[in-house]
Each structure stands twice: as C-alpha cells, then as structure tokens.
C-alpha cells in the first residue's frame, strides 16, 4: 500500500481510517505499488500458498500478516451443467460463496480484510452498517479477534439474520427503517465515536477484500478471465471489484489480456443501477426500495457511478427481476446443482436467465454467476413457496398408497 | 426561524470543529449560500462547477434525501434539521 487517493480529484491521503476526500466527498480508494508487487507475486508464490483469499495478500491492504479471519475465501467454483442446460448456455460456472467462511456469505472476504487492517490502526471496537450479511460476518469475526462489536441493521431484517448477528454477543441495533436510513445514521455515529466502522471510515480497505472473489475465480478457471461475468447489485461495491480484480491480474500478468463482459443484477423493487443502465444514462436517480432481496436493498448506491461505468466499459448489460422471479431463480440453482442461494442469488441467477434469453449473453459462451449468500439465512422469503411435506403415519401400507397416488410408475420398481 | 445543519466531520476543518450549526435560510439552496458567507470554502465542497449538489454529497431534512423532495428548492420551516453525509458503501 503507498496512500488513499480520491477516485474523483486523485488527491492522495495517508493510510489512516479515512474514507472519504475533504474536498469533494469523493470515496478513496487504495493505491499499490505495482511495480514492487509485480517482482514476487507470481502464480507459483501464490500456488503454493493456503488455499484462502489471502494467499492473494499482496493485492489486499493490509500492512503486516493479517490477524483476522485467515481461512476465508477459496470457495468452490462449480461447473453448473445442469444449470447451464435449464439456461440454454453452452458452460456455466457458479462461483459459490454460500459456503464462505465463517458466516455463509462473501462478506466475510470483506470484513477479514477491515478487521485486520483494524486491529493494525490500533481500533478495539469495529462497527457496520449492515443489511444482515454484514452484520454477521462483523459480529462473528470481532467475537473470534476479540474485538466488540456494534452492528447496526434495518429492525426489518430477516429473522435468521438477526439470530446469526446476536448468537456472537455483538450488539445489534435495529433501525426503524430502511438501509439508506441506517448508513445516513451509522455515517453520523462513525464521526463521532471512535470505532472502526467496515463500511464507513475503514470503507477503502474493505472493499477491496471483494477483488479475493475474483481473483479466485481467474485462478479456478485455470488463470483464465471469464467472457462473462454476472453479479448482483447492492451498492455496487462487489462489481467494480471484480472487473479490478480482472485488470490488476491483466496488469501483473497473471492472466492474459482478454474481451471480457461484466452483467449487474438487481430485484425489480430497488433497481437504480440496472434502469439507469437500461436507460443508457451515467447517473441513477436513488429509489426506496421495497423487496424480498433485502441484501441488496439499498436505494442510494454508494458505487453505483462507477457500477455503470464499468458495465459501460466492458460492455456489459444490467437487468432486474421481481420477487416471483427471485424465488423461481433461487429453486432454479437448488433444483439443478444443489446449491441454495439466499435471494441476492435468486436475483444473479434470475437475470442471467434473462440475459441469455435476450442473448445480450451468447448462448455458444461462458459464463460465470456470482452467488453471494446462503438460503438458509433467508428462509422467510422462500417458506410457503416449495412445497410442503407429505405427512403419513409409520405405515408400509399408506406410503404406499401415497406414492400410488403421485407416482404409478415407482410402484413394484 | 432557527433550523440547524449537522456538519460532517471532512468539513468541520471548515466549521472550526463545529457539529451543529444554527441557520435562517428558508432553502437548501440559501443554506448553503448563508453557510459559504460564514464558512467561506463550504460551498465548492458541496457543489460542483455546474451549482448542482456533488454526486457523493447527500443532503438530507429531517431524515429525508432531498432528491426525493425539491433537491436545492426543498423549502424549509423552523426546527428542521440538515444533514449532509458522504454516500457510503453496503450492505
């Protein structure tokens, strides 16, 4: 790391927790000296480094080893034939943070990377602004480090949610309202107190644990940058931050140069990115969102800016899909690769579909789906909507009258 | 006619560190025109060369984004209170 630098004027920052310029409020962003990098970090150092995010560490911003959160990450990259076929694509690649540890979503790349930096800068106390995710992998994280924690998330939030925050002893503190009302507050208490926020003033280290994902994804592939690349969108962090993950292993050449797309997805019910996009326009106009897909319910994207100019530039699409769609999507994955997504996915998948549909994807391509969360922590969005089971005594007799009624040809097998 | 502005902390340098600051203006617009008279510097921090409310600057009364009302015309009365906050990151 050599400085923080404005992504809006270039003024540059000492590394300190600091996230936003005086000057114009533009956010900062990490600055590495790629040329010193480039004389060590090569495939063979990373090959034979632990399989976790971190075996990346060079291009992560922490100073020293890093002290928080040292298995996250390497998740698996599954080929999704299955998928690929209900689809209509040739090769679909699921790169599944379901799994992430510890707390089952990729938040846990980016809040590895805040609490070590953290506990660099001296921080005892780590805090976020959260719609859920967030607040789990702070809470679990701070509680493994020793650190206290304050999360705060919308009182609306998934029941399994708030459970997998409170079980770590952090203190949660619901708002009464949505995610842009609890960040407006959080962005006032991180400037008085004197904690680390994740994603406010440690908010350039942070994001930048999500370029891991992408890295991963390069390096599963074989060093090989997938054509396309489909992610959900909340604030836009994630996205912009694997198109870098792309161009920083272009630049230290540990992927070749390639043509690659990057797609942004989002539920119908709080889109600005994806209709800014579909309107051709370079700015969005912020909405109240109103969605099953609450982690990505954030209606003021933060990176939604420079979400847009990276769909732009990579020629990229963006879609949306509603509630109905979200569910459908999230069956979809589980009934074909047996993975169980919470809705974020439900969306990534349901807009992939439309965009081979609409063959803004080629169906003769590859692609890769980013699938951020797991279903177990969102159970309320999908209860009721698959199924429930058949109830029968212990009785040989009326199971058999069971499957005799549903299903003829399994009788006698 | 006392409304007040919470300053955020990248412009308290500006404010001579205050948080809190009391003003008489009946607009977004004229707070910001009142703040830069008191607080010279202010407004180019909050607005770009065009007049128009930087893209990273989020403006708020009484818990409202002001582009969900009349942006720099959103009128004001006595005892509201201004935020104005950097966007920051999800979720």
């Given at each position: 790391?050599?400085?923080?630098?404005?992504?809006?004027?270039?003024?540059?920052?000492?590394?300190?927790?600091?996230?936003?310029?005086?000057?114009?409020?533009?956010?900062?962003?990490?600055?590495?000296?790629?040329?010193?990098?480039?004389?060590?970090?090569?495939?063979?150092?990373?090959?034979?480094?632990?399989?976790?995010?971190?075996?990346?560490?060079?291009?992560?911003?922490v100073a020293h080893e890093p002290t928080?959160?040292?298995?996250?990450?390497?998740?698996?990259?599954?080929?999704?034939?299955?998928?690929?076929?209900?689809?209509?694509?040739?090769?679909?690649?699921?790169?599944?943070?379901?799994?992430?540890?510890?707390?089952?979503?990729?938040?846990?790349?980016?809040?590895?990377?805040?609490?070590?930096?953290?506990?660099?800068?001296?921080?005892?106390?780590?805090?976020?602004?959260?719609?859920?995710?967030?607040?789990?992998?702070?809470?679990?994280?701070?509680?493994?480090?020793?650190?206290?924690?304050?999360?705060?998330?919308?009182?609306?939030?998934?029941?399994?949610?708030?459970?997998?925050?409170?079980?770590?002893?952090?203190?949660?503190?619901?708002?009464?309202?949505?995610?842009?009302?609890?960040?407006?507050?959080?962005?006032?208490?991180?400037?008085?107190?004197?904690?680390?926020?994740?994603?406010?003033?440690?908010?350039?280290?942070?994001?930048?644990?999500?370029?891991?994902?992408?890295?991963?994804?390069?390096?599963?592939?074989?060093?090989?940058?997938?054509?396309?690349?489909?992610?959900?969108?909340?604030?836009?962090?994630?996205?912009?931050?694997?198109?870098?993950?792309?161009?920083?292993?272009?630049?230290?050449?540990?992927?070749?140069?390639?043509?690659?797309?990057?797609?942004?997805?989002?539920?119908?019910?709080?889109?600005?990115?994806?209709?800014?996009?579909?309107?051709g326009l370079d700015f969005f106009k912020?909405?109240?969102?109103?969605?099953?897909?609450?982690?990505?319910?954030?209606?003021?994207?933060?990176?939604?800016?420079?979400?847009?100019?990276?769909?732009?530039?990579?020629?990229?699409?963006?879609?949306?899909?509603?509630?109905?769609?979200?569910?459908?999507?999230?069956?979809?994955?589980?009934?074909?690769?047996?993975?169980?997504?919470?809705?974020?996915?439900?969306?990534?998948?349901?807009?992939?579909?439309?965009?081979?549909?609409?063959?803004?994807?080629?169906?003769?391509?590859?692609?890769?789906?980013?699938?951020?969360?797991?279903?177990?922590?969102?159970?309320?969005?999908?209860?009721?909507?698959?199924?429930?089971?058949?109830?029968?005594?212990?009785?040989?007799?009326?199971?058999?009258?069971?499957?005799?009624?549903?299903?003829?040809?399994?009788?006698?097998? | 006619?006392?409304?007040?502005?919470?300053?955020?902390?990248?412009?308290?340098?500006?404010?001579?560190?205050?948080?809190?600051?009391?003003?008489?203006?009946?607009?977004?617009?004229?707070?910001?025109?009142?703040?830069?008279?008191?607080?010279?510097?202010?407004?180019?921090?909050?607005?770009?060369?065009?007049?128009?409310?930087?893209?990273?600057?989020?403006?708020?009364?009484?818990?409202?984004?002001?582009?969900?009302?009349?942006?720099?015309?959103?009128?004001?009365?006595?005892?509201?209170?201004?935020?104005?906050?950097?966007?920051?990151?999800?979720?």
């Amino acid at each position: 790391m050599k400085a923080l630098k404005c992504r809006e004027c270039g003024r540059e920052y000492p590394l300190t927790a600091n996230h936003v310029c005086e000057f114009d409020f533009g956010p900062l962003e990490v600055v590495y000296d790629y040329d010193r990098i480039r004389k060590s970090f090569n495939r063979q150092a990373i090959l034979a480094r632990p399989q976790t995010m971190w075996r990346y560490r060079e291009l992560l911003p922490v100073a020293h080893e890093p002290t928080v959160g040292f298995q996250v990450g390497f998740t698996p990259l599954v080929k999704a034939d299955r998928l690929a076929k209900a689809l209509g694509i040739r090769e679909l690649w699921i790169k599944n943070d379901t799994v992430n540890y510890p707390t089952l979503s990729f938040k846990d790349r980016v809040v590895s990377v805040a609490l070590s930096r953290a506990k660099e800068l001296g921080f005892t106390t780590v805090a976020c602004a959260s719609t859920g995710n967030l607040a789990n992998s702070v809470a679990a994280n701070a509680a493994a480090a020793g650190m206290k924690a304050y999360v705060f998330i919308p009182s609306d939030l998934e029941q399994g949610k708030i459970l997998n925050s409170l079980i770590y002893g952090a203190n949660v503190i619901g708002i009464k309202g949505h995610y842009d009302e609890v960040n407006r507050l959080c962005a006032e208490i991180a400037g008085k107190y004197g904690w680390a926020f994740v994603n406010v003033n440690m908010r350039p280290y942070y994001a930048e644990g999500s370029k891991s994902m992408g890295f991963e994804i390069v390096e599963q592939l074989g060093w090989r940058i997938p054509k396309h690349t489909v992610v959900c969108m909340a604030s836009g962090s994630l996205l912009t931050k694997i198109h870098k993950s792309y161009q920083e292993f272009i630049k230290l050449g540990l992927a070749g140069e390639t043509d690659y797309h990057i797609h942004g997805a989002q539920a119908t019910g709080c889109s600005p990115i994806s209709t800014a996009q579909k309107a051709g326009l370079d700015f969005f106009k912020p909405v109240k969102p109103n969605t099953i897909a609450k982690s990505l319910a954030i209606g003021t994207p933060a990176d939604g800016f420079y979400a847009l100019k990276v769909l732009k530039e990579t020629g990229g699409s963006a879609d949306d899909v509603t509630d109905d769609e979200i569910r459908e999507a999230i069956k979809l994955l589980a009934e074909h690769e047996g993975i169980f997504a919470e809705t974020a996915g439900g969306v990534t998948v349901g807009v992939a579909r439309k965009l081979i549909a609409d063959g803004k994807i080629s169906a003769k391509d590859s692609a890769v789906l980013c699938v951020t969360g797991n279903g177990l922590k969102t159970l309320d969005a999908v209860n009721g909507h698959c199924g429930h089971p058949r109830e029968i005594k212990p009785s040989l007799r009326e199971f058999e009258a069971l499957l005799a009624a549903e299903d003829h040809s399994l009788l006698n097998a | 006619m006392a409304k007040n502005v919470r300053i955020p902390t990248p412009l308290r340098k500006l404010t001579n560190n205050e948080e809190l600051i009391e003003v008489s203006a009946s607009t977004i617009g004229d707070v910001i025109t009142e703040l830069q008279s008191r607080y010279p510097g202010i407004k180019e921090r909050l607005l770009d060369e065009s007049g128009a409310v930087r893209r990273f600057v989020n403006v708020y009364v009484n818990e409202e984004d002001i582009r969900f009302l009349q942006n720099q015309q959103t009128k004001l009365k006595d005892g509201d209170e201004i935020s104005i906050i950097p966007a920051i990151a999800g979720g």
